[in-house]
């Protein structure tokens, strides 16, 4: 059905019609996405690999579902401030499923996982989409009611060894590592677990540091991601956050899926 | 006194002054700053982490000032290329005692530091923020009649180390090194070493190369800053460039730390 | 005669025409390069070091021509999603020799290898430029009705490698790497080897991911890319990419010249 939807989509309309937005509609303008017709008069070789390669192919390779290829699309966007298809893929995430308040809590988890002005720059953005299609997502609990069960023991055992390693370095960061982020936003049920560590593997890959990929990925597996999304959440990368950061993100994967007995060491 | 007038913006006040500049005053337009009432229609989550813990509480933490904060947040910005932030951030960096000029010198180093695009983009929206103060640094020396004292004999050992293992393979850059960097940009007046330090390390920690950190932070820490200084520069800097990019400096600075003998090896 | 041209430009002209370039001609705005006047009301020093040694003296160097300047600069803007100078680089580079189809394939290169959003952005910019150059690229082919020739030793190596290596890690990126970069992307006409080898390794610096330099500083040198370019790539990169990524970059050149026999081990 997802996959459907896609199809549907008549190639280069969404974009076309996201590179108008900021002349017509909009008061926020910032380099968007090229139209149909300009990207083939300037680079006919890149308007073929979008349209044939990016969305006719990789958008529909099994593995992933599209939900999840615009979760990790948005992360490696966001991630590297590549403002330019925010609009289009803001859009083909709703399309695909993805809930308006987990777009805002995507947003904000990056904040914490690739600085806050990405973040900040994004909600810009998200906020003329919303506009257009009439989203109000305002009364989404800014502070959840109740928050996801916590792992009590993983989490002490967490907590034990970044104090160990650190708690002399940078306390300020220790405090905030656990108070903002493991015994706060992890737990905020906007986004399940999973989807969290998604969006936090991605936005490493995409960052270029792979040394902090073997936790993370690890607790993706642990919260759900099968062997096969992971792979292909590569795959897509490969193509929004380039073919390097992928091939320097590969042995830590490989690594990882070694340790769990998913491949052979 | 510093944190006081930090305390007296209204809440996400000056954010949503930025935001309205572009629409009216500027004739320059980039994706600003949402305004306070779009980001609470977006992302409640991402207004109340901005709101109660970034304005609320990081900035008002003890250890490094205002001012201080203002130049490791611009330095973040400016090297990740996150323009959104900019003109809040230009404008708070003078609030908190920041001078054009120093702006200026700041912008001027990050250029070396990060590369030649994030100074010019960084140039271009400084330049709003100053015609909407009233601002004018024309009158600052581009080329200072005087530069502050070199200490010859570790400028000598530092030539001598980079010409031993560089020479051969990019004579170019080694020149430029000493040339540009060193006998010059260094010994700029108008910027404390101090303070091009400060703005160096947090420039090598936002952009995700901690390898030249144990450089710089000792570079630093030599010309003043302090442990408890350089450790609440990393809690500024989970923030502003994410805590993956914090947490692969830690052990750099830890060992930093050690090989001084502030915490125990 | 290059190196006439570029002297022929008045000192920021360029770079003035382009800052007006959004407000009087095109409908897409972002935060454009500072005209002259404003960057010395801002930055005297930015304004002298961009006038005296960018401009006045580093694109004057000997060891790598205009035209390769212009390749390595472009990639390193659009690696790191430096708009801001896009315009005046892309017309620089016009200027400097490199044609039209070859900015269109340098762009979609990069897209390949440092991520979709970042060639979308720059086609929108360039699609600016060629309209007011009157430049229509759409004959150019999105597919080439001839490749290249293949070495194809090297490649059933190459994949042979990868396949042992990633194989069950991410079939999917196994299967692109192949199929996507190297028996298609890479054999492109529109775009010499040589040249594809130099936005290449241009973009790993810029991109902080040295650890892949080797095998494309290979092969760029085995497309005929000379020490003193390779050295001299470095030396314009550090201006565009900033000092630390080419001082990241500096000990794997070493490592490939002096396994190549070009400097002593």
Known sequence: MRTKR??????????????????????????????????????????HYTDDMVIGDLWHRAGLSPRDRSIVTLSALITQQQVAEL???????????????????????LAFYTGWGNATAAVAILGDVFGERGIDNSSSPATPAQRLPLDEEAEAKRQQLVAERFGDVAPGV?????DALFLDL????????????????SALVAAGQPEQVTFHLNRAMDNGLSKVEASE??????FYAGWPKVFSAMPVFKSVFESRGLIAG
């Open 6 to 47: 896609l199809c549907s989509i008549p190639l280069f309309g969404l974009l076309a019609a996201c590179s108008q937005m900021p002349d017509s509609q909009s008061s926020r303008d910032f380099s968007p996405a090229p139209s149909e017709a300009e990207m083939k008069r300037v680079s006919p070789a890149f308007a």
């Open 186 to 201: 992890w737990l905020r049920p906007g986004l399940a677990a999973r989807d969290r560590s998604l969006v936090t593997v």
């Open 87 to 109: 609009p289009y893929h803001f859009n083909l995430a709703l399309d695909n499923g993805v809930t308006p308040n987990e777009l805002s809590e995507i947003i904000t988890h």
């Open 174 to 178: 220790v405090e905030y590592t656990t």
């Open 233 to 238: 959440t590569l795959t897509q990368l490969a």
